[in-house]
């Protein structure tokens, strides 16, 4: 590697996301140090890691306070799927808070960099379409995805006030729907339920009548875009859409999963939770412009990675972070 060896603490490093993030920069050689309180995750994503001389593992809860040198850090943690974020909502928010007050603290007192994985929910059932990252949302205050969607609008503020008023250096990327392995396979999202849903030749479980949007990127394409804006030096701190700007509808997307893994899986449907975003599509201009990033990786080629993740994964090796996901 070219890069200086640095000491990087990933919060929520075990999670889906986390564990892309930690494998990609041990493999760079970093040191470096995984911190998570394996609320929506396991140990299973990370163990192949354990070994290796420059990769650490903390169980910690970022709501507290914790001491570390490092020179860069990623905050990720949260939980992310919203039968998972809303199981405790007072824990989301606070650990969105607590968790962002903690590690501004920490960079502060060690002077390094600090990334911040925020969320296209700051946009909440958007109005404008695509949404560029000046566009400032429409998001319910006290609707059951409050928690998740405000906990990181109050995390944001943070990261842009812990910079304007300390000097913290930041960087904040708004994350749109990501999936791809390792993903919990009980974690609730649309991708992994309809996966699983059509290796077991279950019901698909569509939530309303599927003629709601999302814009799936694949994970490979997200890290790299983490890191181009890590490294970033000319002053841009964004925060930044990461995200694939191919829409799909929900059924469009359950009638793929069903074509890819030639299941016989029946389509379904059921009542739509509340406050769910009609449509969302991030405009990528921005990072085009100033990471020169944009995805490479398209929904086929990485439901095709994904379909066979899954189809290959030992059930039995997981437990459900809560009864709340699909059975
Ligand atoms: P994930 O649930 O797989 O990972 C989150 C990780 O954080 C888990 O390992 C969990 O155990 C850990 N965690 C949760 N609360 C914690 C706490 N209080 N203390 C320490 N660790 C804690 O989800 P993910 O998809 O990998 O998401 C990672 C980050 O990216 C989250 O902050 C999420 O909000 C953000 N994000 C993800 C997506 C997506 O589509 N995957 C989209 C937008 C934003
Ligand atoms: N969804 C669905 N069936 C499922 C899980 C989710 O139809 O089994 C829908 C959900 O209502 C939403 C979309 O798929 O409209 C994406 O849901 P997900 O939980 O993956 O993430 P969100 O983008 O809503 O945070």
Redesign the pocket.
């Known amino acids: 590697m070219t890069d200086p060896v640095k000491r990087i603490l990933i919060t929520g490093g075990a999670g889906f996301i986390g564990s892309h993030l930690s494998e990609r920069l041990v493999q760079q050689g970093h040191d470096v140090i995984c911190l998570d309180n394996f609320f929506t995750s396991q140990k299973t994503n990370i163990a192949h890691l354990l070994g290796r001389p420059n990769f650490e593992l903390i169980r910690h809860d970022v709501i507290d306070p914790i001491k570390l040198e490092v020179d860069e850090i990623y905050n990720l943690a949260c939980p992310?799927?919203?039968?998972h974020y809303q199981h405790n909502p007072i824990k989301t928010a606070k650990t969105s808070v607590m968790g962002a007050i903690n590690m501004l603290g920490l960079t502060k007192r060690v002077g390094g960099r600090i990334l911040h994985a925020s969320t296209?929910?700051v946009y909440g059932d958007p109005d404008v379409h695509p949404q560029p990252e000046s566009y400032r949302g429409n998001v319910n205050p006290i609707g059951l995805r409050s928690c998740y969607d405000e906990g990181k609008r109050c995390a944001e503020t943070l990261f842009f006030d812990y910079h304007r008023t300390n000097a913290v250096d930041i960087r904040v990327v708004r994350i749109f729907?990501t999936y791809g392995p390792k993903m919990h396979p009980y974690d609730?999202?649309?991708?992994s339920?309809?996966i699983l849903?059509a290796l077991a030749g279950e019901d698909i479980?569509?939530?309303?009548d599927?003629s709601?949007t999302?814009s799936f990127g694949y994970v490979d394409d997200l890290v790299d875009g983490f890191l181009a804006m890590m490294h970033n030096d000319t002053g841009f701190i964004g925060p930044v859409n990461l995200g694939n700007p191919v829409e799909f509808t929900?059924l469009e997307?359950?009638e793929l999963v069903i074509e890819l893994t030639a299941s016989k899986s029946k389509i379904t449907f059921?009542t739509?939770?509340s406050d769910?975003?009609t449509q969302?599509q991030p405009d990528i201009s921005l990072a085009r412009e100033k990471l020169g990033w944009e995805p490479k990786v398209g929904l086929r080629e990485g439901l095709g990675k994904t379909i066979d993740y899954f189809s290959k994964l030992d059930l039995s090796l997981y437990r459900r972070p809560t009864n709340n996901t699909?059975k």
């Open positions: 992310a799927s919203p039968v296209s929910e729907n609730g999202r649309v991708v339920n309809f849903q479980s569509i939530y309303g599927g709601q999302r929900i997307l359950a059921a739509l939770p769910d975003p969302r699909v």
